[in-house]
């Protein structure tokens, strides 16, 4: 185990381990043949990042397929989320950044295989002086989880001089504590291994020269997960946290080994890091109460895990801090809440409160800073007025501090103070102060406090008797800041303005520091939480379970927490007024949790014929002609060794479910745990299927085991488009206890394959309309739907060529980047570039299609998570429409996924989702061939004012979508 320590070395081609908090900083030297066999990468490791940075098409070594990194110089922050899922951005030290994209240079005397390929270019720190260099920031990690991440370099060239020195932050919660320095240029190819348990889900590393215009070379970059962790992680409160509460509990992530934890706590780091003896031991739980806390105390705690029987083995961990809440906390006042009974033309009583001249708690001597009354003032005064009443806890004062003050003395000097609450009774402070006269230097840093013994007030005035000179009737302060007890609530979770709250959450706040009980108020009436008229409940702790006020779904609610202690001077402290939206639906299942490994396999959740065995007891199925998931374990079977969920045909997210059924009542069950569906407005259940040609048998549902027969067209289980099925919930009986739903399919000789995605609940009546979405396969002027019969709003043909085709008798308008904004269209990107291209002669179309579906237009330059926009506009209210996308194959190897939303109610809350799509693969939209052209139609009804909104989220780094052509008509 490495002590607490950071070492910066020099290393010229040697292999070193560097310690530092128990995180490891390791070099690693390869061979120059046999590289790729020593490099350590392999398909067996779980990796979340793995990028091959440069010009050239990324490598694959020993089966692991790494992605290319940014195709392009980077001038800003670059941030992206790997193809595993995972977060990453790329910075620079500088506050511009500056790192570009080599074409390298052979690197095959250094390394051989594609570890060559992967040293050969790069991305480098360009024009990088002395302390300059690139960060880079892995993202979404889980706290307490080992990682390992690889740096990938080697020699640039013989004789180059390129000592890089390497920092990160894995496990010391944001401050770079493990440090290594490295000679590129020392020869040979080479990996820096750092691992660490990480303490967050973030990791940083810098990469900094140490020569002027000698940047790193970073050709390769991975992250693998090495195990689970043997420290305890994720404190709570958070590591160098401030504004703890007094009796908060101390708790943490234990090691998935430890079977006890020893807590040691104490004021001092060097005693609790030194300790040997715990303040509590043997603890059989991750929390610990270490009784009410001192205000305003530093404390510093560390957890050591303590395995179980036979060895016992104590894992020391690292010392965290914390800083207990302030006695009282400072009060703001509005800069237009000051007044004065004189100020001089350039010297606002506004200057006293706005913090000009301080930095930090020392104040400057700039007159202009400072308050001053105009002269000849025989009755001066200062009043401030605070956005509520406040409990005065004391007033720090910062005197006028001019150069003069030593033979002029503006500064004030004897004062009485009053308080108010309306502003128009007075009270004053029973000991009036003398105010200490200021230095008249720039040091001055110690500001006076005047204890105002907790005067409950809204109006504070300073009545000013006379000045420190005593000649001239003018008087000067500073600076002055209130502070006061925190009696009323604050920090509400979830924040104010929060969306998508779901109705039987619990909200929470920062409780008042004198409050016995709180009064909590919920309404969608602003004004009646405002005036204390809305419905209200009581709760002894500082927390509210919504589902006790029963909310309805898609509501904004208002809400406000008095806090209340009858035996208190002040028994009640009115709480401002927060507000927080409820989610639109609430999902029953979304299928995103699935996925290949147990117990997460959707057919250990959702039971169909077949059942499962491990883990044990497993289950026997339902005995029904249904089974769920696709087939990954024959090799026989198109999905072999891929997803059991379905990751192509999705209406939302990143998968659906795919259920196999064969024969009559074939049916999958989803148990559940005695749910309320008359709750909150429930009105509809809402089911997404889709599709393929070919299927049979009559879809149903079930309640509680009473079937519903889908009240739509029968031959919709055949339609090769995604379909809403909304379920009147008020023609079902027992929907306050349910226990089971399914899903099946009725019919003598039924058989096929559905696909079932997001299964939510609405408050609203919701009737099936049929499909918004389909997929229709075009081959010719004659089966593409193109009708000069059809009154058109756009007809827009996309790239290079003008003009536009020519397809039965309808004239396609040609849209480059030129007309962009035209034509009642528009498009944007998040990242990019805008991009026309010639084509190619990939389409598979004849006739008039040939001159739209060969040239089109694409982002260029796109990352994963990368979005393009596309707005129709000029829209009927009221109309009904068809938008059409007009889509093919570029290339049978290529990748090109997108997932598509249609908004038609402008720029918002996603309405319609198609799902993922891979244009490269027709199959995706449930096409036998993958290289058939067809069109996405999407139907809807324009709304008052608004726009079609499409955005295209692509998946897969640098294969943003091609857009051929787009059509929006009339539907009669």
């Known amino acids: 185990m490495c002590k607490k320590m950071t070492l910066l070395i020099l290393v ?112 480098f720190s360009s024009a990088a002086d002395v302390d300059e260099g690139t960060i880079v920031t892995l993202s979404d990690l889980t706290p307490g989880m080992v990682y390992s991440v690889r740096w990938y370099y080697r020699s640039w060239s013989a004789g180059a001089n390129r000592p890089i020195t390497v920092n990160a932050d894995g496990e010391s919660h944001g401050i770079f504590s493990d440090t290594i320095e490295i000679q590129i240029d020392s020869g040979g190819a080479h990996y820096l291994d750092y691992t660490f348990t990480a303490d967050d889900t973030d990791v940083t590393m810098t990469f900094i020269t140490n020569v002027d215009n000698n940047g790193v070379h970073i050709y390769g970059l991975t992250c693998e997960v090495v195990g689970l962790p043997t420290h305890a992680s994720n404190p709570n409160p958070k590591d160098d946290a401030v504004d703890v509460l007094r009796d908060a509990p101390l708790t943490w992530t234990p090691s998935d080994y430890a079977a006890t934890h020893n807590v040691y706590v104490g004021t001092s780091y060097d005693e609790v890091d030194a300790a040997t003896v715990p303040t509590a031991s043997g603890l059989d739980v991750t929390s610990y109460d270490p009784g009410r806390m001192e205000f305003g105390e530093t404390y510093f705690w560390r957890v050591d895990e303590v395995n179980g029987t036979p060895d016992k083995t104590v894992f020391k961990g690292s010392v965290w801090s914390f800083t207990v809440e302030p006695y009282s906390i400072q009060i703001a006042v509005d800069v237009n809440h000051v007044t004065a009974s004189s100020s001089s033309e350039v010297n606002p009583a506004s200057l006293i409160v706005d913090g000009s001249g301080l930095e930090g708690s020392t104040h400057g001597t700039d007159s202009a800073t400072m308050w001053l009354s105009a002269a000849t003032d025989l009755s001066p005064w200062l009043m401030f007025e605070f956005d509520k009443v406040q409990k005065l806890d004391k007033l720090l004062i910062w005197n006028s501090n001019t150069t003069s003050e030593g033979f002029i003395g503006w500064g004030i000097k004897d004062v009485t103070i009053e308080f108010s609450v309306d502003g128009t009774d007075w009270a004053p402070l029973e000991a009036s102060p003398q105010i200490d006269k200021a230095p008249g230097l720039a040091t001055y840093s110690e500001p006076q406090a005047i204890d105002l013994g907790l005067a409950v007030a809204k109006y504070v005035r300073i009545n000013i008797l006379g000045n420190w000179g005593g000649l001239l009737p003018q008087y000067g302060v500073a600076e002055v800041q209130f502070y006061g007890l925190p009696v009323c ?40 939480v405002t005036d204390g008229t809305a419905p209200s409940v009581t709760s002894g702790t500082n927390s509210l379970d919504l589902a006790s006020v029963n909310l309805e779904l898609g509501q904004t609610y208002y809400w406000r927490v008095d806090e209340v202690n009858a035996a208190e001077a002040v028994s009640v402290w009115a709480g401002p007024v927060w507000n927080f939206s409820t989610v639109a639906a609430l999902t029953v299942d979304d299928f995103e949790a699935y996925s290949n490994d147990s117990p997460n396999r959707p057919f250990q959740t959702w039971i169909d014929g077949v059942g499962f065995t491990n883990p044990a007891p497993g289950n026997p199925g339902n005995g029904s002609g249904a089974a769920i998931g696709h087939d990954i374990w024959s090799p026989s079977s198109p999905y072999f060794d891929g997803s059991i969920m379905e990751t192509s045909l999705v209406y939302s997210g990143s998968q659906s479910m795919p259920v196999y059924y064969e024969g009559g009542g074939s049916q999958v069950d989803l148990p559940l745990d005695g749910e309320n569906w008359t709750r909150n407005g429930l009105q509809t259940l809402s089911i997404a299927f889709h599709g393929i040609a070919g299927n049979t048998g009559e879809l149903y549902a079930k309640i509680n085991n009473v079937k519903i027969a889908y009240d739509q067209d029968p031959a919709d289980i055949a339609n090769n488009a995604w379909i809403l099925w909304h379920i009147n919930l008020s023609s079902v ?99 990019g570039t805008f991009n026309d291209h010639a084509g190619n002669a990939g389409h598979n179309v004849t006739g008039g299609l040939v001159d739209l579906m060969t040239d089109m237009y694409y982002n260029g330059g796109t990352v994963p998570g990368g979005t393009t926009t596309w707005t129709l506009s000029g829209l009927t209210p009221g109309q009904t429409y068809e938008a059409r996308i007009y889509s093919r194959q570029w290339g049978a190897g290529d990748s090109r996924n997108a997932t598509f939303v249609f908004d038609p109610d402008g720029a918002g809350p996603i309405s319609d989702a198609t799902g993922r799509l891979s244009q490269d693969n027709a199959a995706s939209a449930g096409f036998a061939n993958g290289n058939d052209a067809y069109y996405i139609s999407y139907q809807f009804t324009a709304q008052a004012g608004e726009d079609l909104v499409i955005t295209a989220t692509q998946h897969i780094n640098t294969y943003s979508w091609h857009l051929y052509g787009l059509t929006n008509q009339e539907v009669k």
């Open 733 to 831: 009986s027992g929907l306050e206890n349910v226990t089971t739903l399914s899903i099946g399919v009725d019919g003598a000789g039924a058989a096929g394959v559905l696909y079932v995605d997001d299964i939510k609940l609405y408050a609203q009546a919701l009737e099936s309309t049929g499909p918004a979405f389909s997929f229709v396969k075009i081959t010719s002027d004659e089966d593409c739907g193109i009708s000069s019969d059809n009154v058109y709003t756009h007809t827009l043909d996309f790239g290079t060529g003008s003009p536009g085709a020519l397809i039965n008798g309808v004239q396609f308008d040609a849209y480059n980047n030129a007309a962009n904004g035209t034509l009642n269209f528009n498009r944007e990107i998040s990242s």
């Open 12 to 123: 010229l081609g040697m292999s070193l381990t560097v310690c530092a908090y128990g995180a490891t900083l390791t070099i690693v030297d390869l061979p120059a043949t046999g590289t790729d066999a020593a490099s350590g990468i392999s398909p067996d490791k779980t990796y979340t990042h793995a990028f091959d940075f440069g010009t050239n098409a990324p490598v694959t070594i020993n089966g692991v397929a790494f992605e290319q990194g940014t195709t392009s110089n980077l001038t800003a922050v670059y941030t992206a989320v790997s193809s595993q899922g995972y977060g990453y951005t790329i910075d620079d030290t500088r506050s511009s950044p500056a790192n570009s994209i080599h074409a390298g240079n052979d690197a095959s005397s250094q390394a051989d295989g594609q570890f060559a390929e992967l040293l050969r270019d790069m991305l």
């Open 489 to 528: 609530v604050r920090s509400p979770e979830p924040v104010s303005d929060s969306s998508d709250v779901l109705p039987d959450a619990i909200v929470s706040w920062r409780a008042g520091r004198e409050a016995a009980q709180h009064t909590i108020y919920v309404g969608t009436d602003q004004n009646a």
